[in-house]
């Protein structure tokens, strides 16, 4: 994908690895546009980099998807990329019973949300020369984390639905990539420190030079084995890596 003179929407874009791609993005001469539920944190990103635009929206409301896409189709009849990053991972147990207000809530948000996102933006996308759209899927797409088991399951059908939108695409002016990141030290559970975790800059700098490159995938070498262990061995690499995390327990706020 060309990394500059787009005009790029993204969601979730005020922390974490959505405002460091926003603010990479924004210095390599991009429009940039954010957004989240928070208005504040948006108003602070937009303060620090002058020339980033925001808007509040909330993934898991149809109407105010539909409304903010017809709201920045308007705005900026040049919107050529829109990156579906917004995400939540709460931690189950899915030995017990099932707390059904966050399921259905983390659905919305991690799957509801990037499709219906794609939808509302997709007819646009395609009458423009080149356009793209990046789901932010994870490495737990390809080895569940069961600590996180339906995260881990959103993320694999984000997977499996950006491959169909590839192909449906094909023909069309819009390329569709995958940025599947490993743990990276950001709020999406708590900033925890642990050195296991990627450094977000690390991470933003590596992603930003395979962004140029791809056609399909983005994974950080970090993350590559994990991404490339799924197949016929992938139930004793998912034993392997959840008793590693039992064994080696991850830090708790
Ligand atoms: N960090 C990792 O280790 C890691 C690994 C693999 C994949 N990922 C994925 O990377 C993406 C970004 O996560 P991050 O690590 O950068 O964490 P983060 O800093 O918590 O970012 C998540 C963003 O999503 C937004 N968001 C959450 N729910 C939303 C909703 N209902 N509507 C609109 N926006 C919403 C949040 O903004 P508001 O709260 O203001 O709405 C926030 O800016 C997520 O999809 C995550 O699953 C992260």
């Known amino acids: 994908m060309k990394l500059s003179g787009n005009t790029i929407f993204i969601t979730g874009g005020a922390s974490g690895i959505g405002r460091g791609l926003a603010e990479a993005l924004h210095r390599k001469g991009n429009k940039v546009i954010i957004s989240g539920r928070r208005k504040a944190l948006l108003d602070e990103v937009a303060k620090a980099n ?45 030995t017990g019973p099932l707390d059904d207000a966050q399921a259905v809530h983390l659905v919305n948000t991690n799957l509801l949300g990037p499709v219906r996102v794609s939808g509302a933006f997709v007819e646009h996308l395609k009458t423009q020369p080149e356009s793209a759209i990046i789901n932010t899927s994870s490495v737990v797409a390809y080895i569940p984390m069961a600590m996180s088991a339906l995260y881990s399951a959103t993320k694999a059908a984000i997977h499996s639905y950006t491959l169909s939108q590839r192909f449906a695409l094909r023909n069309s002016s819009v390329r569709v990539l995958e940025i599947a990141p490993p743990w990276v030290d950001t709020d999406l559970v708590f900033k925890s420190g642990d050195p296991r975790a990627m450094q977000p800059e690390a991470f933003i700098a590596e992603t930003m030079k395979l962004l140029e490159e791809a056609t399909s995938e983005v994974v950080v070498e970090s993350a590559r084995q994990l991404r490339d262990a799924a197949g016929p061995n992938e139930h004793g690499v998912v034993d392997y890596f959840n008793q590693m995390i039992l064994d080696n327990p991850l830090p708790t706020p």
Do not use: K, S
């Open 50 to 94: 002058p020339g980033i635009d925001t808007i509040e929206l909330d993934v898991t409301n149809a109407d105010q998807i539909a409304r903010v896409a017809r709201t920045l189709i308007a705005r900026y009849p040049t919107l050529n990329v829109v990156f579906n990053n917004a995400g939540i991972m709460p931690f189950d147990d899915i």
